[in-house]
């Protein structure tokens, strides 16, 4: 079993920076994938990066040069560096873990919203 856990979300001005943290706990050598979902507000749920085990990032066109996905293996997070954030980066954003052999792992969320 795998669970994940955020943190780092809050309030920002349009151009500022946040860092979002993904915390994994379980049993990590099932881990596919991770990746940061947003869903904003009136939106369906949305993919906005993701990194693979071997640290391969990709991102969504609309972040790509502003925000950057991260994995720590030894602490066990997955990081979203958000940079330049625009009021349209509001939502609550959520941590995933695709695994294998069983249903991907969901955090709480964490609400960003960038005031303009």
């Known amino acids: 079993q795998v669970h994940v856990e955020e943190s780092g979300g809050g309030l920002v001005q349009a151009g500022g920076s946040l860092r979002l943290s993904c915390e994994v706990f379980?049993?990590?050598?099932?881990?596919?994938?991770m990746a940061w979902y947003r869903q904003r507000p009136g939106k369906q749920r949305e993919l906005v990066a993701t990194?693979?085990?071997?640290?391969?990032?990709s991102y969504v066109d609309s972040v790509k040069g502003r925000f950057t996905i991260s994995m720590d293996i030894l602490r066990g997070t997955v990081d979203l560096q958000m940079n330049s954030l625009k009021p349209e980066d509001t939502a609550v954003y959520y941590c995933n873990a695709e695994l294998q052999d069983s249903d991907p792992a969901w955090g709480q969320g964490t609400q960003v919203i960038v005031s303009s």
């Open positions: 379980g049993t990590v050598s099932s881990i596919l994938n």
């Open positions: 990194i693979t085990t071997e640290r391969i990032p």
